[in-house]
């Protein structure tokens, strides 16, 4: 299996989870919502995968010296 | 429909950075809240730990320790077999996922106290306990057994970070400050939920900042962000179950577990790894994993816990 068919499984399989978390919750009288724009997001993220650059040249991200 | 006040903040502070609106909001108040947030955590655990420290802790400490180094090794797999990341980068990524997130971590103490679950106290020493372990199985995982742990710059780094050392200080004064603490806890304990509030809003903005990079990153990244802490999270409500802690102990031990380090785990991967993209973890832990826990991540976690716990998931 290629990395790509891999990455495209993957990426499926969450958002396939994520629709399935929401409609538990949606059945069970809470809010699906979140979960499922997600998983709805993913899919075509899955499709996606392979035709843009998976690695950037931007640069470091420097942030503030506190927390986690 | 009713959403947490503080959560909507940082919704806010999401819809703002989407629109390009330029929201004043110097840095060194962004610092200064963050530096609020951390003492505030480690002064209700240390005058919490005062009260409660017995040997049970002592064990749940460990076994604490012990997750937190098993869940880059979980990370690592996937970033590397799947996303093809290379070593050095898959490890940094994974460092992250088994670190921490405090702005996390206070948001679910938020939305506890806002549903009226109690959990247990001395929670912020889990807090710090997990903010280590993970970069050193990242390093590990970076360099393997001749990782030179022991390089001085890196211990400082990882040890002396201003978070976990202001948090320390925190849980320390908490802990020894007896019926003096009530001096500070009208500054620090009633004002944590505007606080936080403030510091929520600066969060929308940046997070959609990284967002931006993501968009170059690739897909597989936004997944993982969005599997990973489904993952964790759902083995610390286990292990917390395992424990025998509360319904808002699962909780936050599930909330732990889920987030992902973005200001302690970098800082120590500047040192210990430079070579490693350090976008591509920011992008994933504060882009994508920050806003899935405070938003889908944290309800969910407290259904699985009221469920572990035999309260079942009904409304």
């Not at chain 2, 590397?80 to 050095?88: E, F, Q, S, V, W």
């Not at chain 2, 320390?172 to 500054?187: E, H, N, R, W």
């Not at chain 2, 599930?254 to 302690?264: D, F, K, N, R, T």
């Amino acid at each position: 299996m290629s990395q790509l068919t891999r990455q495209r499984l993957f990426i499926s399989l969450v958002a396939l989870l994520n629709l399935f978390l929401a409609a538990v919750l949606v059945l069970n009288h809470h809010d699906g919502l979140p979960l499922a724009v997600i998983g709805i997001v993913l899919l075509p993220l899955a499709w996606l995968t392979g035709r843009q650059p998976s690695v950037s040249a931007l640069p470091l991200t420097e942030t503030d010296n506190h927390a986690a | 429909m009713q959403l947490d006040a503080v959560v909507l903040f940082f919704v806010a502070g999401l819809i703002a950075g989407v629109l390009k609106v330029r929201i004043p909001f110097p840095t060194s108040l962004y610092q200064s809240l963050t530096l609020f947030l951390l003492l505030a955590i480690g002064l209700k655990g240390g005058a919490a730990l005062a009260e409660h420290a017995d040997a049970r802790i002592i064990v749940q400490s460990l076994l604490v320790i012990s997750f937190g180094a098993v869940l880059p090794l979980l990370a690592f797999p996937l970033l590397r077999h799947i996303g093809g990341l290379d070593r050095t980068n898959a490890a940094a990524i994974a460092a992250h996922y088994g670190s921490v997130s405090v702005a996390t971590y206070a948001v679910a103490v938020a939305v506890l106290d806002a549903s009226g679950v109690s959990y247990e106290a001395y929670f912020p020493l889990f807090v710090v306990l997990l903010e280590i372990p993970a970069i050193i199985v990242g390093l590990l995982l970076a360099k393997g057994l001749s990782a030179g742990i022991a390089n001085r710059e890196l211990a400082h780094e990882t040890l002396l970070s201003p978070g976990i050392v202001v948090m320390v200080g925190g849980l320390l004064i908490g802990a020894f400050s007896g019926d003096t603490l009530t001096k500070v806890s009208p500054f620090f304990m009633e004002l944590f939920q505007g606080v936080l509030a403030l510091f929520l809003l600066k969060m929308g903005l940046i997070t959609t900042e990284q967002l931006g990079a993501l968009k170059q990153d690739g897909p597989f990244l936004a997944a993982f962000g969005v599997f990973m802490p489904l993952l964790a999270g759902t083995l610390g409500g286990l292990l917390a179950h395992g424990l025998g802690l509360s319904v808002g102990g699962i909780t936050l031990l599930a909330v732990l577990g889920a987030s992902a380090s973005y200001i302690a785990v970098p800082a120590a991967m500047r040192v210990a790894l430079p070579q490693a993209n350090a976008t591509l973890s920011m992008a994933a832990s504060l882009g994508i994993t920050f806003p899935f826990n405070v938003l889908a991540g944290i309800p969910l976690y407290l259904l699985l816990a009221q469920w572990l716990q035999g309260s079942g998931i009904s409304g």
